[in-house]
């Protein structure tokens, strides 16, 4: 069986980095922004959840067989080395439609590094396993997924870091100017950010499935 890529990815402005929200009183103007080379975490659209019909090829709601979605997707990272090693952790929780017997249910999923939001740098698909208990609807797993970043990459060159901190006071002729507007400024930050992107691994009509129910 194929599997295809995934859908489109949710929008993270500033992949990587964190904004601690701190107003640059020195200048009178500006956030204080701190960036690392960690790469963003999260769940693209479309692949959060999935929907397994019995019969297969259905989608009939009678045929709705077990029904799964990722949650409480949290992340680590190190990035005190040559390579900056990220790990995402994850709950899974699913309902099935009849409970009786023991059953064992067990779902794909992907984990992908994404650069510059578009350039796949690595994917790679594992399995979660749910265990359904005789006469219980419910069952639970967790499932996680760890990349490494090469941390040159992912650090912004020194002229753009100059042009994107530069004290701006105000009066100057570019203290209203968002540096991030100009496309050279964006395209480097983009070259520079990262993604951990995990989801379930959906076929072409499970995918079609979500994006259009």
Same mark, same amino acid.
């Given at each position: ?10 929008a ?12 640059d009183?020195?200048?009178?103007v ?5 960036r690392?080379?960690?790469p ?14 019995s019969p ?6 009678? /045929? ?5 979605n990722?949650?409480?997707?949290r992340s680590?990272?190190?990035n005190e ?10 709950d899974v929780?699913?309902?099935?439609s ?5 059953r ?18 690595a ?12 006469? &219980?609807?419910? &069952?639970?797993?967790?499932?996680? &997924?760890?990349?490494y ?9 020194d002229?753009v ?13 570019d203290?209203a100017?968002?540096p991030? /507007? ?5 395209a480097?930050?983009?070259?520079a950010?990262?993604?951990l ?9 499970q995918?079609?499935y979500?994006?259009?129910?």
């Amino acid at each position: 069986m194929k599997y295809p890529m995934f859908a489109s990815v949710m929008a993270v402005t500033l992949s990587g980095c964190a904004q601690d929200g701190a107003l640059d009183v020195s200048t009178g103007v500006g956030v204080s922004i701190t960036r690392t080379g960690c790469p963003a975490v999260a769940v693209p659209d479309h692949t959060g959840d999935i929907t397994i019909f019995s019969p297969a090829g259905s989608t009939d709601a009678s /045929a709705i067989d077990v029904v799964a979605n990722i949650t409480n997707v949290r992340s680590t990272c190190n990035n005190e080395s040559a390579r900056i090693y990220s790990e995402a952790s994850f709950d899974v929780y699913a309902v099935r439609s009849r409970p009786e017997g023991a059953r064992t249910v067990t779902i794909p999923y992907f984990s992908t590094v994404v650069q510059g939001g578009t350039a796949v740098v690595a994917k790679r698909v594992k399995n979660v396993t749910l265990q359904f208990a005789d006469g &219980a609807y419910r &069952a639970s797993a967790s499932g996680k &997924a760890g990349a490494y970043v090469d941390a040159a990459s992912a650090r912004l060159p020194d002229d753009v870091v100059e042009r994107i901190t530069r004290r701006r006071k105000p009066g100057d002729p570019d203290a209203a100017l968002d540096p991030l /507007a100009d496309p050279a400024v964006r395209a480097a930050v983009a070259r520079a950010s990262f993604e951990l992107l995990v989801g379930f691994q959906l076929t072409s009509e499970q995918l079609q499935y979500n994006a259009t129910r």
